[in-house]
Nanobody
Framework: QVHLEESGGGSVQAGGSLRLSCAASRLTYSIYCMAWFRQAPGKRREGVAIIAGGGSPAYVDSVKGRFTISRDNAKNTLYLQMSSLKPEDTAMYYC???????????????????????WGQGTQVTVSS
């Protein structure tokens, strides 16, 4: 059974930085589209960034220029470097994996949570003003 585990969340002041990690196990990592989602209390789960097995990242407009998604296929690990954090970035952050497109990500599909069956347990990010 595929397993994802996030780490790296925490509390920071506005303008600060955090790096999230997502360690994957029991899967052929390179053939998965990987994504970061977030969910604030009372809000829907939102796609933040996606990355295909060979790279080619994409971002939601609200984080462009501030967040960077990357992956290390040799280590089966996904990252999200977050800079210039804002209070509105406060949320539980989740990583997700989808193997159905052989490692490719589809921008019109993979920013939606229903595209993914495999999820981590989440890591909390809190940004104070």
């Amino acid at each position: 059974q595929v397993h994802l585990e996030e780490s790296g969340g925490g509390s920071v002041q506005a303008g600060g930085s955090l790096r999230l990690s997502c360690a994957a196990s029991r899967l052929t990592y390179s053939i998965y589209c990987m994504a970061w989602f977030r969910q604030a209390p009372g809000k829907r789960r939102e796609g933040v960034a996606i990355i295909a097995g060979g790279g080619s990242p994409a971002y939601v407009d609200s984080v462009k220029g501030r967040f960077t998604i990357s992956r290390d296929n040799a280590k089966n690990t996904l990252y999200l470097q977050m800079s210039s954090l804002k209070p509105e970035d406060t949320a539980m952050y989740y990583c997700a994996a989808d193997p159905r497109y052989g490692g490719s990500c589809l921008v019109d599909r993979h920013f939606r949570p229903e595209a993914f069956d495999v999820w981590g347990q989440g890591t909390q990010v809190t940004v104070s003003s």
